[in-house]
């Protein structure tokens, strides 16, 4: 499995869509994790060439069979473990079980410190950041640089990195 980090603003899906797209029309098997959603925490998380949400039953199954994992993660960080990081190790988990051929992985609040970056360098095919806004301000440093800084945390040494932009992302694998 290959991953692709990305790396978008707060409200722009397209970004993650036209990776997923691509590989899907190329028949290639893509799992696709996202934040926020919109209705239900199932739109966060996709496999399959058609981007269908996973189901109810996959997302129930696939947590029971990890909680003892989760919850020994619990006591690891002393009794703070957050809704993404426990949505992250159920995506993570779904992509290695259905062995999706690509796995496109929407780094959260910022790069650096993100629950998705625990990649290595040679499980990823590229990161791909789009454009940097202001909505993360407080949280990451209090200015467009400082945000900079803290979401390239994607890069991984030796891999491509690309900025947004209408490229064939199927190059890049």
Known sequence: MKFFGILRRHKSLIGSRIVVNTFG?????????????????????????????????????????????LDKAVQLEMGHLSHFEVLTAVAFNLFAEENVDIAVIEAG???????????????????????????????????????????SGIIKQGRPVRWFSPISVIDLF
Do not use: M, W
Request: proline share 2%; charged share 20%.
């Open 109 to 151: 609040l910022g790069g650096a410190r993100d629950a998705t970056n625990i990649l290595s360098s040679s499980d990823v095919a590229a990161s791909i950041i789009t454009t940097i806004g202001e909505e993360h301000l407080a949280a990451l440093g209090g200015s467009l640089e400082s945000i900079a800084v803290a979401k």
């Open 25 to 69: 029309l190329k028949r290639y098997s893509v799992g696709c994790y996202t934040s926020p959603h919109i209705k239900t925490i199932r739109e966060r998380i996709t496999v399959g060439r058609l981007g269908d949400p996973v189901s109810t039953q996959a997302v129930n199954s696939l947590f029971q069979r990890i909680k003892d994992v």
